[in-house]
């Protein structure tokens, strides 16, 4: 028998600092959780993450709304860069 509630669709980001000067960060906001990163690293993952959400509001979006296309334009209006898998 299928479930007849309907489910919620629910996002995040998650945001990665790989450099470290021996500090442990975290921040977790509405819709985003950031862990590591040098101080500098964890501030501008924590600004685009702020940036994000504020472009969204904007656009009367959430984030589990916005499409991908839509996703990666606010990325790129905020500074953020695509980086494509290297192939082998």
Known sequence: MANARKSKRKAALLGLGLDSDGHKRLT?????????????????????AIKINEKLKARGKQLETVSREEFDDIAREVGLKKIKPHEN
Not at 28 to 48: I, P, R, W
């Open 28 to 48: 977790k906001g509405d819709n985003f959780m950031l862990v590591g990163g040098t101080q500098d690293t964890h501030e501008q993952m924590t600004e685009k």
